[in-house]
């Protein structure tokens, strides 16, 4: 079928038809209107409790599961009261007032009747007291969590005359949490918005263009939105905070990339032809693979992360694919369904009409690919070293966890209270260890339990020997004498997890914080090494099938993971020695990965594709000049787009999505700008034509140019006037011709090569 007339047929006539496109744009604003209603409610359908976020199979998940017959969940607030000269009588008398006061709290998931203290760190001449609150929680508890601690504050106060009060413990940090991640969604939205609003500006140099993609891109948030909201209240979709938050910066930076690819291959046709319905069928028969391909590639690799261990991880996988497959969907049919019927006046000022132009031909990219083609291999041997010396910063990396008093850009309350308390306290105070086991042996347990010296054998509740039993289970606690997100606290789950193991018939097991946190980063470690690998395969796949090739595949690969490397190693060095952070998050590692390489395999999708539709008619090095000359300034937009909305996550006063915004937006930068600009240019045009192996191109090569030729358009050009294959005046408007038009059967056929 000739290729002008595939426009008329299937899904690309129905989007670029005259009035088909009426259609598209009809079904779309009756999607909106359904599903407006329910994006809205997205976070109502949240599940942030802790079940939510720890691995499943883990066994602090099973003492979480077994302990809800004891209790129901909870966390702990912890008051901290302290004067470094002594408590004095007043300030004892007003801490009794306050335990009295607070067990009559009730609102917000307190239980009040349960608060447990003052607990003085000596007697006689106390300097600080405790006083523990226990709070429910729930599915709907981190929605609730920080009321909960305002009414403790609101009976507590914040203390005066030298008397300091504070709240802390888990319940206080996962308040100060709560309100760190408020409005969440609205700020991410808004900054992202802002982000593409200004690039888009900025790369389109319209002030009317750039509102077509950014409409078609908030369509397609709610309409994710509503869609995985029908599906967690539903199908059982988990949705948490997390991932409601990285939806939002998914869909504006991928759908805004897509939008770019699209709409730049849409102007060139513009430029070629006089019916614009034409000239965005044809653009979307020739970028359309390319964007599909990228849309799948970050879709399967999002869904990869089912496979993992932990549940928020694994949760994120379909919410992700999800977000990212409808603003595939919106892009390629409500984006060209707006720009046909708005028509070729959007791109005001710079309008392009037929014969205008093409300034990619002439302009910087070309510039470089020209330089690039001289020497490749010295190119890409020094581009490569340079990197890899930049990895080196991996030695620096952290991916440990990030303790408490390090996970916020500022310093809250709780962290503060976190500090008095282990001043005065066993620093595992307020957070300890979990322990249930069969009752006929729960006093061996317990024994062994306190035998272990990293634990307070004084625990702070039930003491071990001493505690309730439901349906065959004995549950209680014990303190641990270090922070209970220290590793010498998770060393001594470890310990007692070994020592009531051991106990015959116990069938015994160790939860709480500090087993939390251990299971966490050992299901981390676990889904690093499994899910990386499988990704790494996916994406493999896409491209072998895509290019048709192997080796172009492998290449591709291999700078991929060099330019992950470093941004790693340069991320690292900037936390360390720019912005202080004491560490990363253990998922830190396996979060830039998927995003890098999902997201920033697009770039490489949308070159190489162009490089292979340009090699099949001038050669594989022409080809890969032209690719660079021609998709240069649209995948460098895409970049910084993509960057900025990463980027985004940095408004949020959160150690952990500022690390991850950072080096996602770096590595994108990076791929950018070096490794697909500079280093995959100079290995293509190093390798030649072999870079298709096994394809025949491989072996029959499109054209025979020498890889410094100038791109087409320019002097030497095939199809311009004056050159060899087309002697004389041209019949074609005065436009430097783009040679993937060969088939176009509205211009004269080009001699081969």
Request: charged residues 15%.
């Amino acid at each position: 079928m000739k290729r002008l007339d595939v426009w008329k047929h299937g899904a690309i006539g129905v989007v670029c038809g005259r009035r088909s496109k009426w259609l598209v744009l009809a079904l779309w604003l009756l999607v909106l209107l359904f599903v407006a209603p329910l994006g809205t409610k997205l976070s109502d359908a949240q599940d942030n409790d802790a079940q939510s976020w720890l691995p499943g199979s883990a066994e602090s998940t099973q003492v979480l599961d077994i302990s809800k017959g004891f209790r129901p969940e909870q966390i702990p607030a912890v008051v901290v009261y302290a004067r470094p000269d002594g408590l004095t009588v007043q300030d004892r008398r007003q801490i009794a007032e306050d335990v009295q006061q607070l067990k009559t709290l009730h609102e917000h998931g307190i239980r009040g009747a349960e608060t447990r203290g003052p607990l003085f760190d000596r007697q006689p001449d106390p300097r600080a007291a405790q006083v523990y609150v226990p709070i429910t929680m729930d599915a709907s508890g981190w929605q609730r969590i920080s009321p909960a601690v305002d009414s403790i504050r609101d009976q507590v106060g914040k203390g005066d005359d030298g008397l300091s009060v504070h709240i802390t413990g888990p319940g206080g940090t996962a308040a100060d949490s709560a309100k760190a991640f408020e409005g969440i969604d609205s700020t991410l939205l808004y900054a992202a918005m802002a982000v593409v609003i200004v690039m888009l500006l900025i790369t389109f140099r319209s002030p009317t263009l750039l509102f077509v993609p950014l409409l078609g891109v908030v369509v397609a948030l709610f309409t994710a939105q509503a869609l995985i909201y029908l599906l967690a209240r539903h199908a059982g979709l988990t949705v948490n905070g997390q991932s409601a938050g990285i939806l939002t910066v998914l869909v504006f930076g991928a759908g805004t990339d897509y939008a770019l690819l699209l709409v730049a291959r849409y102007r060139e046709e513009l430029r070629r032809h006089e019916d614009r319905h034409e000239a965005m069928a044809l653009a979307m028969n020739r970028a359309g693979p390319a964007i599909l391909a990228s849309g799948a590639t970050v879709v399967l690799s999002m869904l990869v992360l089912l496979v993992a261990e932990m549940n928020s991880t694994r949760g994120l996988g379909p919410v992700a694919a999800i977000g990212v497959a409808v603003g595939l969907i919106a892009m390629l049919t409500l984006f060209p369904a707006l720009l046909l019927v708005f028509g070729r006046w959007i791109f005001w000022p710079a309008v392009p009409h037929l014969g205008s132009a093409d300034p990619t031909r002439s302009g910087v990219w070309a510039h470089m690919g020209r330089r690039i083609a001289r020497r490749p291999r010295t190119t890409w041997v020094a581009t490569a070293l340079a990197l890899g010396l930049l990895s080196l910063g991996l030695i620096q990396l952290r991916a440990a966890g990030i303790p408490n008093a390090d996970q916020f850009t500022g310093k809250p309350d709780s962290i503060t209270g976190q500090e008095v308390s282990a001043r005065y306290f066993p620093a595992g105070g307020g957070d300890p260890l979990v322990i249930v086991a069969d009752t006929a042996q729960g006093r061996q347990v317990g024994e062994a339990v306190a035998a272990d010296p990293g634990v307070v054998t004084s625990s702070i509740g039930v003491p071990p020997g001493v505690a309730p039993v439901h349906d065959g289970k004995v549950l209680f606690e014990a303190t641990t004498r270090a922070p209970s997100d220290s590793a010498a606290a998770k060393d001594t789950v470890e310990r007692v997890r070994d020592a009531v193991h051991a106990v015959p018939g116990a069938d015994a097991k160790v939860g709480g914080g500090s087993a939390a946190l251990l299971d966490m980063e050992n299901a981390q470690t676990h889904d690093n090494y499994l899910v990386i690998p499988l990704v790494l395969v996916v994406v493999l796949l896409v491209l072998s099938v895509l290019l048709r090739a192997l080796v172009a595949p492998l290449l591709l690969i291999g700078t991929v993971v060099l330019s992950l490397a470093t941004a790693l190693g340069v991320s690292a060095l900037a936390f360390r020695h720019v912005f202080d952070y004491a560490g990363e998050d253990v998922a830190f590692p396996l979060f830039v990965f998927v995003f890098l390489v999902a997201l920033g395999i697009d770039y490489n999708i949308f070159l190489t594709t162009r490089i292979r539709e340009e090699a099949t008619r001038h050669g594989t090095r022409q080809g890969v000049v032209t690719g660079l000359a021609t998709t240069g300034a649209v995948i460098t937009s895409a970049g910084l787009v993509l960057a900025g909305t990463f980027a985004a996550l940095g408004t949020l006063p959160v150690v952990g999505f500022a690390e991850i915004g950072f080096a996602v937006a770096l590595g994108v930068l990076l791929d950018t700008f070096v490794v697909r600009s500079v280093l995959v240019t100079s290995l293509f045009l190093d390798v030649g034509p072999k870079v298709w192996w096994p394809n025949r191109l491989a072996h029959e090569d499109g054209g025979s140019r020498p890889a410094d030729a100038s791109p087409p358009g320019e002097s030497g050009e095939p199809g311009t006037s004056g050159t060899a294959g087309r002697p004389g005046p041209s019949r074609e408007p005065a436009v430097p011709p783009n040679p993937g038009d060969a088939e176009d059967p509205t211009r004269p056929a080009r001699p081969p090569g």
